[in-house]
């Protein structure tokens, strides 16, 4: 696939079998010999050695750099470290980064990308469900603050994303549904149709993941083609579930709930909130809450899980104005806009009834 960036254009290759071919792709369309590869320790294990040998093969030099699997080593020391490790290797302007790994080594290598020798190419290879429909596209690459995920960081496009569908045979099964948070969402917000083919799912069959992963990274790219920098409140509608999602995840202390566990039940929220306050059809709510449990992502809070500390979460998120929060709403599946009528006693009441 072609993805349209305001930088240029940028490929996507979705297909089984694509790591042995990652070194002739990243020769076709990556300047320069010498590159890093970025994983994590856990996906190293499994996927580096093949990543290597194909691209030393296609005649390219990679170093391989790992750190410990987990959101923890999101972190800009982390980035330091890679940088030079990087610096002793010898890579240089002409240099790539290649980040194998989830979405935590898509955001740290891409910032690496961003920021080493003011910014070399990024090939992005993800190897979760989430990180191939979400966060390998649309160019925001990070690490964590001390005080709150994503604070620091950079807009770097990739030059090249494979998704190699072979690698999610591997993924725990927790890991793998969090990404049908992010798909349901893009579903909710533009395409009713993905939707209710996802609805026609019979139970337990396998879902034919290539047309629906090509799928998502259309809808996000496109969006994010609209908005890149995220200034105009497009892009701000892949933020539906979000506000509440983000709340429950530091509710949790990133510990309680993946990210896509904390978004689905930001949906559930913002489900209920479009129906009082965007005039989404009860059903329809109905239907996206019967979605998501069927796809193994919780809709309900622990009944034990401290509400209040939720409410507060929301109050340190920056998009709250004066008693009033940007909320993206749907008013019917399949498209989203930006309410700023939401109020906090909205969500008070949405968080509790969860
Ligand atoms: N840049 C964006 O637009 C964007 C969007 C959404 C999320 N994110 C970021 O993505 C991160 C979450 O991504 P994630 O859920 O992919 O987490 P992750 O990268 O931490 O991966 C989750 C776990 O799965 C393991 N794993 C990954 N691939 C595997 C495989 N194929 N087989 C077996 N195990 C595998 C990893 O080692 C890790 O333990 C967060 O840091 C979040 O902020 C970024
Ligand atoms: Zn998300």
């Excluded at 696939?1 to 792709?25: F, H, K």
């Excluded at 996927?47 to 800009?76: F, Q």
């Excluded at 045979?169 to 149709?193: C, Y």
């Excluded at 609805?199 to 992963?213: D, E, Y």
Aim: glycine share 10%; net charge positive.
């Amino acid at each position: 696939m072609e993805i349209r960036s305001g930088v240029g254009r940028y490929p996507a290759l979705v297909n089984t079998g694509l790591l042995d071919e990652v070194g002739m792709y990243a020769r076709k369309h990556l300047p320069g010999e010498t590159c890093a590869i970025i994983s994590d320790k856990s996906v190293a294990r499994l996927y580096a050695e093949e990543v290597d040998e194909s691209l030393v093969s296609a005649g390219l030099r990679p170093t391989l750099i790992t750190i410990p699997a987990g959101e923890k080593s999101k972190t800009l020391k982390q980035a330091g470290a890679i940088c030079d490790q990087m610096i002793e290797a010898g890579l240089d302007r002409q240099s790539f980064v290649i980040g194998l790994g989830g979405g935590m080594i898509g955001d740290i290598s891409g910032f690496v990308a961003a920021i080493y020798h003011r910014g070399i190419p990024h090939l992005q290879i993800p190897t979760t469900l989430l990180a191939m429909v979400d966060s390998s596209i649309g160019g925001k690459t990070g690490v964590d603050a001390r005080d709150g995920k994503n604070l620091i960081g950079a807009f770097h496009q990739p030059s090249l994303v494979i998704d190699d569908l072979d690698v999610l045979t591997t993924l725990p099964r927790r890991q793998f549904n969090q990404g049908f948070a992010e798909i349901i969402k893009h579903a909710v917000i533009a395409d009713s149709k993905m939707f209710r083919i996802m609805q026609s799912w019979k139970a337990g069959a396998a879902p034919a993941l290539q047309g629906l992963i090509k799928r998502n990274i259309q809808i996000k790219s496109r969006i994010v083609a609209k908005d890149e920098r995220d200034r105009t409140g497009e892009r701000a509608l892949l933020n539906f579930g979000h506000t509440v999602g983000h709340a429950i995840e530091r509710a949790g202390n990133y510990r309680k709930f993946l990210h896509g566990e904390a978004v689905s039940l930001g949906i559930v929220t913002a489900c209920a909130i479009s129906i009082k306050r965007a005039g989404l059809p009860e059903d329809q709510g109905a239907a996206i809450v019967d979605l998501l449990a069927r796809l193994g992502l919780p809709t309900r809070l622990p009944r034990n899980f401290l509400r209040t500390k939720i409410l507060d979460a929301i109050k340190f998120d920056k998009k709250f104005e004066s008693g009033r929060i940007l909320f993206v709403v749907t008013p019917r599946i399949g498209a989203a806009y930006v309410e700023n009528n939401v109020t906090l006693d909205d969500i008070r009441e949405a968080v509790q009834r969860l």
